[in-house]
């Protein structure tokens, strides 16, 4: 027993000892006295041991508890998701008269649920004297933001005698959280000190809202200034190397944590697994996997995913059931989705149906619209429509956008026009701010000779505001992205890269290019269509890769959209004839250009 009694920080290690120096504590005649009862009541509270129940039976046995007891109970209230019991306690505390300090407010401001309640202790902040308290005031800032209180927000920092690095970084990250980067950018260039928390958050800032350039640049200055790289770094700045699909940057990430010595725990690994894949280089992801000593779902999960994406379906379904041969994790609703795309991007339809109803009868998990939306996608690919349309009407809850538009893109690839037109208009009716929608449909009528429908469906669009997602590709050489727009000339080396341009055309024209210039004429396609056809940013992203490498290395390019069909039969050529592999990641999968094939086997 004497062991119980002197370990640090807690008089105990679990709850059975607890119970037992309780019991002592009776015998001895201290269990109503506030010091003796301090450690084992903190451990009650606040350990992943302890039991939250019992340490309130004990705080009901002690005649006049302190503000130190008041202030575990808060504290343990806040870490243990249990805001509710803690303004009830405050409350208790005050008509006992016990005084707060400085400690007790930190905890009860984020325990909050209404905004009135933080305004509340606000003014009990300042009534009782810690106005200028900088960790309750960094708390109250946080609070305000979190209920988008921006104004108030503002108005403690700017009021603040002596804000501190974590001050000035909890308005960064308020800003960001809701999307005002400009702002917290330029308060994050105010701060007169950072710290790696303070790079993070305006990194992290960026990748949020996809402005990736500045994410990188951002994170080449905090280099330059020698700020050490940790977890949080890296990961965020994978995420931005997976949205721009900077291989290299990431691998040079990668190399960072190894010379680190970062701990690569199931998160960080999981991360780095998903840049590996996304940014089209699944064996490096695959090894990162294997080498990962735990692997939470998300892991398996990721791996699965990126099988799928890259349209390896039996590798994927590989993985899976060797993640319930080991049987660490159990699998849930989304490794349901990831095995479902996996099976239908690579035509295993038989697969699809199988684990749909294993998803079921085996696990017990209920499908959802995005489970469905595979089995759609599934019958569709393979030109199986009106098994498709079967499967939507019998769904048990209205389909979504995602879920019409699998069928509404197949029937443009198989040409259904009466199907698609069905579809189509229930679509742009559910989804009427997408411009994807209204182009495919446009596509079909334009497709069977439909000119007045096409013109319908621009005029809707026109009247509806809708505009067309402008289209860009971004390709990684020497360790900067470069982006390319369609005919655009803004690049430096803009001469070279058209000349190239044109010498790549001519080359695979030699073995039978001619280009498609289906849907030019209604101006009305989500690929970009401006003339003319062969300066198409994905085009022009490939000849600088082909300006920059040696013959033979493969080309990694990212698009924001659809790759068209055009460049598509392009790409194709041209990785025949330059005898190089290239690899585009568009919107909804990836493409391995190789020797004239492509892995989607022309269905996208």
């Known amino acids: 027993m004497s062991s119980c009694l002197v370990a640090p920080p807690w008089p105990c290690s679990s709850m059975e000892e607890a119970k037992q120096h309780h019991s002592l504590l009776l015998r001895l005649g201290l269990s109503t006295d506030n010091h003796a009862m301090s450690g084992i009541l903190s451990f009650c509270s606040l350990s992943n041991h302890g039991d939250i129940n019992y340490a309130l039976k004990l705080f009901t046995t002690l005649p006049n508890p302190d503000t130190f007891l008041y202030n575990t109970l808060f504290k343990a209230f806040f870490i243990s998701h249990n805001p509710s019991l803690s303004l009830p306690f405050y409350s208790h505390m005050l008509q006992r008269s016990i005084t707060p300090n400085s400690f007790t407010f930190p905890s009860l401001i984020r325990t909050c649920k209404l905004q009135q309640q933080v305004k509340q202790l606000h003014a009990h902040v300042l009534k009782f004297g810690f106005g200028a308290d900088t960790f309750a005031l960094n708390n109250l800032i946080h609070v305000y933001f979190a209920f988008g209180s921006l104004d108030d927000a503002r108005r403690v920092f700017y009021t603040m005698p002596h804000p501190n690095v974590v001050s000035w970084t909890t308005l960064v990250s308020g800003y960001s959280y809701w999307g005002l980067v400009d702002e917290a950018f330029r308060v994050f260039e105010l701060m007169p000190s950072k710290n790696g928390v303070s790079w993070n958050a305006m990194i992290a800032c960026f990748v949020k809202s996809n402005r990736f350039r500045e994410a990188f640049d951002l994170f080449r200055r905090m280099r330059v200034e020698e700020v050490e790289v940790d977890r949080f770094v890296a990961a965020t700045m994978l995420s931005a190397c997976t949205g721009v699909g900077a291989l290299e940057q990431g691998k040079w990430i990668h190399g960072c944590v190894e010379r680190s010595g970062i701990l690569l725990d199931s998160k960080l690994g999981t991360t780095l697994v998903d840049m590996y894949c996304k940014c089209g280089c699944l064996d490096k992801a695959f090894r990162v996997f294997c080498e990962l000593e735990v692997k939470g779902v998300s892991s398996w999960n990721c791996m699965i995913g990126g099988f799928a994406m890259h349209g390896k379906g039996e590798?994927?379904?590989?993985?899976?059931?060797?993640?319930?041969?080991?049987?660490?994790?159990?699998?849930?609703?989304?490794?349901?989705?990831?095995?479902?795309?996996?099976?239908?991007?690579?035509?295993?339809?038989?697969?699809?149906?199988?684990?749909?109803?294993?998803?079921?009868?085996?696990?017990?998990?209920?499908?959802?619209?995005?489970?469905?939306?595979?089995?759609?996608?599934?019958?569709?690919?393979?030109?199986?429509?009106?098994?498709?349309?079967?499967?939507?009407?019998?769904?048990?809850?209205?389909?979504?956008?995602?879920?019409?538009?699998?069928?509404?893109?197949?029937?443009?690839?198989?040409?259904?026009?009466?199907?698609?037109?069905?579809?189509?208009?229930?679509?742009?009716?559910?989804?009427?701010?997408?411009?994807?929608?209204?182009?495919?449909?446009?596509n079909i009528y334009a497709s069977c000779g439909k000119w007045e429908q096409v013109a319908g469906v621009r005029k809707l669009m026109n009247d509806r505001g809708v505009k067309k997602e402008p289209g860009f590709s971004m390709i990684e050489m020497e360790g900067e992205v470069n982006e390319f727009v369609a005919g655009g000339r803004d690049h430096p080396l803009a001469d070279a890269l058209y000349a190239k341009v044109g010498e790549m055309l001519e080359a695979i024209r030699v073995v039978g290019y001619v280009p498609d210039t289906d849907g030019m004429l209604h101006d009305l396609v989500e690929e970009e269509r401006e003339d003319p056809l062969f300066y198409h940013s994905e085009k022009l992203a490939i000849a600088y890769g082909l300006l920059k490498t040696k013959r033979g290395e493969t080309l990694r390019v990212t698009k924001n959209l659809r790759v068209c069909k055009d460049c598509h039969q392009a790409s194709k050529l041209i990785s025949r004839v330059y005898d190089c592999d290239i690899i585009i990641r568009d919107r909804n999968r990836f493409h391995h250009f190789s020797n004239g094939e492509c892995s989607c086997k022309d269905y996208w």
């Not at 994927?316 to 660490?328: D, L, N, P, S, V």
């Not at 795309?341 to 199988?354: D, R």
């Not at 699998?406 to 029937?411: D, H, M, R």
């Not at 009427?432 to 495919?440: E, K």
């Open 315 to 442: 590798d994927a379904i590989r993985i899976f059931r060797k993640m319930e041969e080991e049987g660490t994790v159990v699998p849930d609703d989304i490794t349901f989705v990831n095995v479902l795309t996996a099976c239908a991007h690579s035509g295993l339809i038989e697969e699809g149906f199988y684990y749909f109803c294993y998803m079921i009868d085996v696990h017990g998990i209920q499908p959802t619209k995005e489970h469905y939306g595979c089995m759609v996608d599934l019958l569709a690919r393979a030109g199986r429509l009106e098994e498709a349309k079967k499967v939507i009407d019998e769904m048990p809850m209205s389909p979504d956008a995602a879920v019409l538009g699998a069928l509404l893109g197949a029937c443009r690839i198989h040409g259904n026009l009466e199907l698609g037109e069905e579809v189509g208009k229930r679509l742009i009716e559910l989804d009427p701010g997408n411009s994807g929608r209204y182009v495919i449909l446009g």
